[in-house]
């Protein structure tokens, strides 16, 4: 699995997260967990050519601030942000087309 598919240790305060500008989804999961995996492809295949739309994997787990501060309890979850807001959020998606309807929201 490429390093930038990975899911990276948290490292984003939720301030910072809420800095950061434009559109942006937080993908909250772990590499091992079936869920994310089976998303993975769906994700990658909606954000295609979207160089609009900045993207950060990030390793959730218990006591993970971040994950907590949004209110995660099952992975993966997509946090949708505009302007560090909150349009969107999907929790386990299977299907692309959910994706891509959530992405136009931003």
């Known amino acids: 699995m490429p390093p930038s598919s990975r899911y990276a240790p948290e490292t984003l305060t939720r301030e910072q997260a809420e800095a950061l500008p434009g559109a942006v989804v937080l993908d909250f999961g772990t590499d ?16 295609r050519g ?5 993207h950060l994997r990030i390793e959730d787990g218990r006591g993970r601030p ?3 501060s949004y209110g995660v309890k099952l992975w993966p979850t997509l946090v ?14 299977v299907h692309a087309r959910a994706i891509e309807t959530a992405l136009a929201a931003l």
């Open 32 to 47: 091992g967990c079936g869920h994310c995996q089976a998303a993975r492809p769906l994700v990658d295949a909606a954000l």
């Open 50 to 54: 979207r160089d609009d739309v900045r």
């Open 66 to 68: 971040l994950g907590r």
């Open 80 to 93: 949708l942000l505009r302007d560090g807001v909150e349009v969107a959020r999907l929790v386990r998606p």
